[in-house]
């Protein structure tokens, strides 16, 4: 995939660019043995609570073995003032990262912005951060205003993916969060969050309020 400076996107489509480096390739590759360690250790109980939530579009959503608080790394709002994930303690988060070279990323938007649209007066808040670049801003601001009713957020540091533990390791990743500001579960890659299948896994973490 090639952005519109002409770099080329790394790995998968949706991949993080190729000038994210080293670093990136080496975090991502430790978290993915740590990811693949965690999961081992879920005990069977667990899975097999968890097994109704992964079906159809949320065939590929995991649950870590412990739930987490949200990451510390701070992000901008439409405003340019500086917001967490802990912010939206109180309710169902679905936080979402995404960015305009990423085609799986455009793809799931819309149903990302239905399923806000299906909780609008609930306790449930869509949070699509931006990773683009800052020299993309306007680009994201203007793709993210065709998807109301979703509000915009931007990480223009790029950071954000790499606070979280295990780190985000491609685009789209969705991460969940409870009422209790705790993490459920994520799926890394695009679905489609407007249908049954990510009604039944909200209204399921909602009942958990």
Same mark, same amino acid.
């Given at each position: 995939?090639?952005? @519109? #400076?002409?770099? @080329? &996107?790394?790995?998968?489509?949706?991949?993080?660019?190729?000038? !994210?480096?080293?670093?990136? $390739? $080496?975090?991502?590759?430790?978290?993915?043995?740590?990811?693949?360690?965690?999961?081992?250790?879920?005990?069977?109980q667990?899975? #097999?609570?968890?097994?109704?939530?992964?079906?159809?579009?949320?065939?590929?959503?995991?649950?870590?073995?412990?739930?987490?608080p949200?990451?510390?790394? &701070?992000?901008?709002? $439409?405003?340019?003032? %500086?917001?967490?994930?802990?912010?939206?303690?109180?309710?169902?988060?679905?936080?979402?990262? !995404?960015?305009? !070279?990423?085609?799986p990323c455009?793809?799931?938007?819309?149903?990302?912005a239905?399923?806000?649209? %299906?909780?609008?007066? @609930?306790?449930?808040?869509?949070?699509?951060?931006?990773?683009?670049?800052?020299?993309?801003?306007?680009?994201?601001?203007?793709?993210?205003?065709?998807?109301?009713?979703?509000?915009?957020?931007?990480d223009?540091?790029?950071?954000?993916?790499?606070?979280?533990?295990?780190?985000?390791?491609?685009?789209?990743?969705?991460?969940?969060?409870?009422?209790?500001?705790?993490?459920?579960?994520?799926?890394?890659?695009?679905?489609? !969050? #407007?249908?049954?299948?990510a @009604?039944?896994?909200?209204?399921?973490?909602?009942?958990?309020?």
């Amino acid at each position: 995939m090639t952005d @519109k #400076s002409g770099e @080329k &996107s790394a790995g998968e489509p949706g991949g993080f660019p190729l000038k !994210w480096g080293l670093r990136g $390739a $080496a975090v991502v590759g430790v978290a993915a043995v740590v990811y693949i360690i965690a999961q081992a250790s879920i005990t069977p109980q667990q899975k #097999s609570a968890l097994k109704p939530l992964a079906r159809g579009e949320m065939a590929k959503f995991v649950v870590p073995a412990e739930a987490a608080p949200p990451p510390a790394e &701070s992000f901008l709002d $439409a405003g340019g003032q %500086s917001r967490r994930i802990a912010d939206f303690k109180g309710k169902v988060a679905v936080v979402n990262l !995404w960015a305009t !070279w990423c085609a799986p990323c455009v793809i799931e938007m819309p149903t990302l912005a239905r399923l806000a649209a %299906s909780y609008e007066g @609930k306790p449930v808040e869509v949070v699509a951060v931006s990773i683009d670049r800052p020299e993309d801003e306007a680009k994201a601001r203007a793709f993210i205003a065709q998807h109301g009713p979703l509000a915009f957020y931007h990480d223009p540091k790029m950071a954000l993916p790499f606070a979280f533990k295990p780190v985000a390791a491609g685009m789209p990743t969705t991460i969940i969060y409870g009422a209790d500001g705790l993490e459920k579960g994520r799926l890394a890659g695009g679905a489609d !969050w #407007s249908g049954k299948d990510a @009604k039944a896994l909200i209204d399921k973490v909602l009942a958990e309020n």
